[in-house]
């Protein structure tokens, strides 16, 4: 298994083989949108089960009970309180406990003493305990200005970290989506949300953006000296960090989840509610969700925003027409030099269009005579034809075109 493991590692990363993950990361959006309403749909439906921490009220906590029936219970907190519903849940194998509505001191004495004669145990063997609304509602409003100051620290950090706002915003958006299909989750099992589960929460985002940092500093090993960043290349590229990465954020969330499932087990089905099971399926959830985002959310989300927001780069097929024009200028220098002189030329470097060839057959190269005393101090003397050499001809020179006109005027005067 680890070697057939570590032969699909070797081929994703040298790229023989890929898994689709750019390139169908509309249906990794598709999934990931529907499971969020689906599961928040749930969980609204259900109603939040918060803990007392952030609603106020009693707690009262019954050890040492030879029965631990709810009913028994439920019974005697309504006989006190008639249009109240308490939460009552078992703690471990012999510990029951009730929550109520915030109740005066008269009241959870006598509501004390008689869970005590109901679960058949002395009067010291329940605990009570009591939180305020005011209390209550400060800690929530912490909770929530903690998260906010987490993710605007995070979203700064990123920004600076890859110099990239896109990729902020990518890990953002993933990070945002891990929280929500988790929330959504949580709502929809029914645990109680505690301190504690706000506490999974904050990890579970930093794991989320743990793997999806490691994923960006693939792509931007794989993109390094890239001129263009919204291109098919670029997306490749980008596929191929994310299938590089694909083990190895494998292996670390099943590492991570042997020991949080182990203690969401415990904690669930032995220990019965309490910080361990609120915590680890917070926990258990959000690794679950962060590797998925880290792989198949987040890589796509970078590709589409570099597209939204890169501008296209200049146009591609200069080069290659500067380089037309230069073989052209080659070419027309060739047939100029065999048609002895009867074609335009012109300096090097210009990209105007050439001069149409003269009617009389004068271009720019003509023959120096003694008629043109104007030119004759520009040029070199030449020997006269002796035939000793095959290539001997009457010098010429190149002029601009202002000096080819001048030449064509002194020859049709000439000519007249």
């Known amino acids: 298994m680890s070697a057939t493991l570590a032969q699909l590692g070797n081929s994703l990363h040298d790229g023989s083989r890929s898994?689709?993950?750019?390139?169908?990361?509309?249906?990794?959006?598709?999934?990931?949108?529907?499971?969020?309403?689906?599961?928040g749909t749930l969980a609204v439906l259900r109603g939040p089960n918060l803990g007392i921490e952030f609603t106020g009220g009693s707690e009262f906590q019954i050890s040492g009970v030879q029965d631990t029936?709810?009913?028994?219970?439920?019974?005697?907190?309504?006989?006190?309180v008639p249009d109240s519903e308490p939460k009552v849940t078992v703690l471990g194998g012999s510990t029951v406990r009730v929550q109520t509505e915030q109740l005066d001191s008269s009241q959870t004495s006598s509501l004390a003493a008689d869970l005590a004669a109901g679960y058949d145990v002395e009067s010291s063997a329940v605990s009570t305990s009591y939180i305020g609304p005011v209390w209550s509602q400060d800690i929530t409003q912490k909770m929530l200005r903690g998260i906010l100051v987490f993710l605007v620290l995070v979203a700064i950090g990123m920004a600076l970290y890859f110099r990239d706002l896109?990729?902020?915003?990518?890990?953002?958006?993933?990070?945002?989506?891990?929280?929500?299909?988790?929330?959504?989750?949580y709502g929809v099992v029914g645990f109680e949300i505690t301190p504690s589960t706000v506490i999974g929460f904050l990890t579970i985002l930093g794991y989320s953006l743990y793997d999806t940092i490691v994923v960006f500093d693939k792509v931007r090993e794989n993109t390094a000296g890239m001129r263009v960043l919204n291109g098919p290349d670029y997306a490749d590229r980008v596929e191929l960090?994310?299938?590089?990465?694909?083990?190895?954020?494998?292996?670390?969330?099943v590492v991570a989840l042997l020991p949080v499932g182990s203690i969401?087990?415990?904690?669930?089905?032995?220990?019965?509610?309490?910080?361990?099971?609120?915590i680890s399926l917070a926990l258990f959830v959000g690794i679950l969700v962060g590797t998925y985002s880290s792989v198949f959310l987040a890589p796509g989300l970078l590709v589409d925003l570099h597209r939204l927001t890169s501008r296209s780069p200049r146009e591609p097929v200069a080069p290659a027409r500067r380089t037309t024009l230069a073989e052209r200028r080659a070419a027309e220098q060739r047939a100029t030099a065999d048609g002895a002189g009867t074609g335009?030329?012109?300096?090097?470097?210009?990209?105007?269009?050439?001069?149409?060839?003269p009617a009389d057959g004068e271009g720019a190269v003509e023959e120096l005579t003694a008629e043109d005393p104007a030119s004759q101090g520009d040029v070199t003397s030449v020997s006269e034809d002796d035939g000793s050499s095959p290539s001997a001809a009457p010098a010429r020179r190149v002029q601009p075109r202002r000096s080819t006109r001048s030449g064509r005027s002194h020859s049709r005067r000439g000519q007249r």
């Open 69 to 80: 029936s709810q009913t028994a219970a439920r019974d005697i907190v309504r006989e006190h």
């Open 241 to 253: 960090a994310a299938n590089q990465t694909l083990v190895r954020s494998l292996n670390t969330s």
């Open 344 to 357: 335009p030329v012109r300096e090097e470097g210009t990209d105007e269009a050439l001069d149409d060839e």
């Open 264 to 278: 969401l087990v415990i904690g669930a089905f032995v220990l019965g509610a309490g910080t361990l099971k609120d």
């Open 19 to 39: 898994v689709p993950i750019v390139r169908r990361r509309r249906l990794w959006y598709l999934i990931s949108v529907a499971a969020v309403l689906l599961l």
């Open 166 to 185: 896109r990729a902020s915003g990518a890990a953002m958006i993933a990070l945002i989506h891990d929280m929500l299909l988790t929330a959504a989750v």
